[in-house]
């Protein structure tokens, strides 16, 4: 029997006409869904059905322990991108689902559309277009970046690569990052800062921490108050990262200069979101990394790391399967190798120098440091450990 293979959420349509789509199509017998229905859960399952592997476009799409209960034979979630916050790991975790993700891909364009809404904001591009398309001739004065502090939140691939950018253009950077940062602040320019000092001394903050149960809502009304009335916030990561209300209430009120942001907490944005209606906020609708190079590299990564899958030898794992559920996979004339065999580790492993745990740097933060942060790393005690990976 041949591999069955799903693409349930192909809305709006990325891997569809593909080259990436054609060497997918060799793998299997190969279903891609390219209308708008993954987001409601009873319609997931039936696009799902009796597959062995899916690839996940959407975020929309959510591969909730329903679902994953629904769907007994499935044995890979193939993510296109680094966002993990639509699937319940702990789930895949229990039913021996595998899960696997494409870190880094994005990391350059992301990092350069970060940039991108730096400069709009404190150049005021935006508004200045609005006005001299209505006949005004605005000639207000702008913010420099060259001089300014950046403070970088998270240093994954694309924080880092931020950092990067940041220092070409003669920004001093200041990162924070929960645990030992294994000396990546320092390998792009930046310096390892308290996270109450960076938001303190930041012209511009920048978020790149994954969504999780603890992250979420990381930028609420007492992190905000810690910023300069004259700092911008921008947002290329996940909308909910940041607490809604109180940024729009600073926003209005004259307490932050500004923000770009790419993610919100509902997309699209609703017409009567108060966001459309701030002169100092610079939107785009989550298309940081949706650059020709990015797309077609990150399909090909998701397959790719299906290809992996079935030889035995998985790469970019988030969650790895050792355990098996009650059906196995189709051997058909795939070759395929079960996907209850024990997973290869990850290489990205490294040692927390405090604790000697080994701990991935690209996806999680060392355990212990978990339970109460050193003093060394200036985090207070039991403050919410982001992610270090992408967004």
Sequence with gaps: MSLKIVVPDD?????????????????????????????QEAELIRRIGDAEIAINIRAHARFTDGVLAA???????????????NIDLPACRRRGVTVTNTPGVNAGAVAEHTIALMLAVARRIPAMDRDVRSGQWPRGLLVQLRGKTLGVIGLGAIGRR??????????????WTFGPDGGRAASVGASVTPLEELLSQADVVSLHLRLTDETRGFIGPERLACMKPTAFLINTARG??????????????????????????EEPLPAQDPLLRLPNVALTPHNAGMTREVIEAGLHRAVENIENFLRGAPTDLVVGSTTSREQPLSQGDTGLMRGDQETQPDPKIERC???????????????????????????????????????
Aim: aromatic share 4%; glycine share 12%; proline share 10%.
């Design 162 to 175: 931020v950092a990067e950018i940041a220092c070409a253009l003669g920004m001093r950077v200041l990162a």
């Design 353 to 391: 120098p405090i604790h000697g745990v080994s701990y991935d740097v690209e996806r999680e933060h060392c355990p212990e440091c978990a339970k109460g942060p050193p003093p060394s790393t200036g985090s207070r005690p039991g403050a919410p450990p982001p992610q270090s990976g992408d967004s």
């Design 71 to 85: 769907c007994p034979r499935l044995r890979l979630i193939s993510i296109w991108g680094t966002g993990v916050d």
């Design 240 to 265: 909910a990262l940041v607490d809604k209300d109180a940024l729009v209430a600073a926003l209005r009120e004259g307490r932050l200069a500004g923000a770009g942001l790419d993610v919100f907490h």
């Design 11 to 39: 809305f709006p349509p990325a891997l569809t006409g593909s080259t990436a789509e054609v060497r997918l199509r060799g793998l299997g017998e190969v279903s891609v869904h390219t209308e708008r229905g993954a987001d």
